[in-house]
């Protein structure tokens, strides 16, 4: 069995504002990207700006329990629900699966840095670590930072309880969430799939990680395809993108509007010798007619862009191509899931036909999707 | 295709043709089954870090793996390795370094230890803080620690080892995680994508900080003396689950690619089940709804009634919360026939492996059908007069089992159960 798979939800929330209309306008040039060179410096960061999150999470105490990547994330995929008019359907949210592309792991960077100073002078350092975790960590903080804990909370918030999976390992995480719903729908293994992701960017412990693997930029932001070996690295950005997937004949019966066709979506992961991301994306994209839009998720790492830019240009000749961090900074796990969604508002605004749209994680992880207007 | 390979929905049927598993009871098959139907417990006070001032001091971790000191993601890629050589040896398929199928790996979430920060802090002066870490990273002399850290390094290093084909999955459903590594590989070959997948659950994170949280939500027992006797899942005297550590692997392939190469098959996944709760964070709706709507809908997957199940591989965490829960859902599924269905927790011996554990606990499903013989619930001294059930109290029974549905329920609302057979019908 093979079905048509439909978008007919996005919900996206970034530093450009929430849903598809402000990065439709950064997308076309009309609106400004929001960069904070300050406040992480030297690290430049596209900051969420203040976000009604009463709208999308109704109660003060859901909010408290969740850390800013869960909120981010919780917030997008109501936006999502209702942008696909299934927000108030029960019986169809109880039966709805999900899929999340999830990192975690917020920390308390207050109590980590005393603790770390105290355990300098601690006469024994592992009881005076059992200590101190004992009395400062929140019991409810474990929770803010389980990986899986995003979904948790959109069964929670959303009334979303049908089967529920959390995929981690970075952009390729987002990748593949939408690999697997895309080809789950498409065999009869589900009707409808709320997929994405969400990162928060303003947080020092993700820079450090990436930091210690020289993938941040630093200063000037240039946009990621011209960045190379002397000036490359992540710009990351607070992001949170959620898509309902849905098969073209179930959406069609409840009278839901396509937004755009989700045609195919691959996923590899090379050695990452030299050539590999082209020939991988190149392979992937298959042949192609027509002059698609190109939306990447690309992180900005210089080795990486290189190949992929190479990759486009074969794929697509003469394309601009759109990179969903130059708009609103690299998102890691909702790198890919946010472009895809890109992807998907310009060709339901009439800016193209078809689409297509790459990923190539900062470490590890290609990936390809193709859409088509609905 | 002939139709004695499909279902009868008329998917492809899964067959499992290669087992592995490392616990704290030991290495493989072998000395797990031995120990398991012996009733010994892997339970243990904790060397690895100082335990003073700590509640719980206890937990069935996986020692003497490492001459050095190690951070959790290398001793969970470990555990996967180790059960991984297994199940892909006993299968007999692909050849080393390239199985024909892709990974799907239930890994814990990782971060940076205390001990990487520790490192990163001795450069400054003062109070540290984030930015201090940040400009000591930025001099570039730890670029291991990244790798090392990422979500998805652990499944990219055991891709690597065993050439599995495609984009690795890791994945976390909380503690069900190891069930849904399970259920996506059967989804994948259901879908024609693939005749063969490599199935992971590794967990191999117990440290202080993650001991500490689940003591902070009144998780663990701290009953520790003797550690042995802790885990008591179905007791009255039950006080909460003993963290584990552990590895399991199975090999998932399509009946027909099974029979065609000759391979000894081992026994069926014939259905999945999974439904998620939006009741609380880390609670269960009271009424059991998503855990009974679990194991029917892994029955009905299954193409079987509840009378056709003979034992139920419980999740049976030790918790007075999910021993309970899982006591009523299982009487609501079954019916009075509940009363007399053996249902046993072999995290009374293991403790819960945590994103292990519905792969552990499918390793010893199958190995109870394969013997005949289902594995007790030890420590089961004072039975709750509200949990009414047999649970194969304290020793081993001998009995025909030919199929078996195992329990996996997790933080976040996270319910999966699977069935388990010894043949498609």
Known sequence: ?374 | MRSAYLDASGRPLVAVTGLGVVTSLGRGKADNWSRLTVGQSGIHRITRFPTEGLRTTIAGTVDDLFDRSFAAPELSEKLALIAAEEAVAQSGLGRPGDFPGPLFMAVPPVELEWVQKQELAASSNGDVTYQALLADAARHRHTDYHAMFLFGSVADHIADHFGTKGSPISLSTACSSGATAIQMGVEAIRRGDTEAALCIGTDGSVQAESLIRFSLLSALSTQNDPPTAASKPFSKNRDGFVMGEGGAALVLESYESARRRGAAILGFVLGCGEKGDGFHRTRSSPDGRPAIVAMQQALADAGLKPDQIDYVNAHGTSTPENDKMEAMSCTAVFGERMGRLPISSNKSMVGHTLTAAGAVEAVFSLLTIAHGRIPPTINYREPDPNIPLDVVPNVARDAAVRRVISNSFGFGGQNTCLVFADSPA
Request: charged share 20%; proline share 4%; aromatic share 4%.
């Open chain 1, 1 to 374: 069995m093979t079905r048509e798979v439909v978008i007919t939800g996005i919900g996206l929330l970034s530093s450009l504002g929430e849903g598809v209309g402000p990065h439709i306008e950064a997308a076309d040039g009309a609106r400004a990207p929001v960069i904070d060179m300050a406040s992480f410096a030297p690290y430049p960061v596209h900051p969420l700006g203040a976000v009604e999150y009463d709208r999308q999470i109704p109660k003060k105490s859901d909010q408290r329990q969740m850390e800013p990547w869960q909120r981010i994330g919780v917030y997008a995929a109501g936006l999502a629900l209702d942008s696909a008019g299934i927000k108030s359907d029960a019986e169809a949210k109880d039966r709805m699966h999900v899929i999340v592309a999830a990192g975690g792991g917020e920390r308390d960077h207050a109590v980590d840095g005393q603790i770390l100073t105290g355990l300098k002078t601690a006469a024994d350092p592992g009881v005076f670590l059992n200590e101190r975790l004992l009395s400062d960590l929140r019991p409810t903080l474990f929770l803010a930072q389980l990986s899986n804990l995003l979904a948790g909370n959109i069964s929670i918030v959303h009334g979303v309880t049908g089967p529920s999976r959390t995929f981690m390992g970075e952009e390729q995480a987002g990748v593949d969430a939408i690999r697997i719903a895309h080809a789950r729908i498409a065999a009869g293994q589900a009707d409808m799939i709320l997929v994405g992701g969400s990162y928060n960017a303003e947080r020092r412990d993700m820079m450090l990680l990436f930091e210690l693997g020289g993938v941040m930029l630093t200063g000037d932001v240039t946009p990621t395809f011209s960045r190379g070996a002397r000036h490359g690295g992540m710009v990351t950005g607070s992001v949170g993108a959620f898509l309902v997937l849905e098969a073209a004949d179930s959406a069609g019966a409840r009278g839901a509007t396509a937004q755009a066709r989700l045609d195919s979506v691959a996923a590899d992961r090379t050695r990452r010798n030299p050539g590999d991301i082209t020939r991988a994306l190149t392979a992937m994209a298959g042949p192609l007619t027509g002059s698609p839009l190109v939306v990447s998720a690309s992180s900005g790492v210089a080795a990486c862009v290189a190949e992929e830019k190479a990759a486009l240009e074969a794929i697509a000749p003469g394309a601009g191509i759109m990179a969903m961090g130059d708009l609103a900074g690299h998102a890691v796990e909702a790198a890919f899931p946010a472009s895809v969604a890109l992807a998907a508002a310009l060709l339901q605004a009439g800016r193209g036909t078809q689409a297509v749209v790459t990923g190539v994680g900062h470490h590890r992880g290609e990936g390809l999707a193709r859409l088509s207007r609905a």
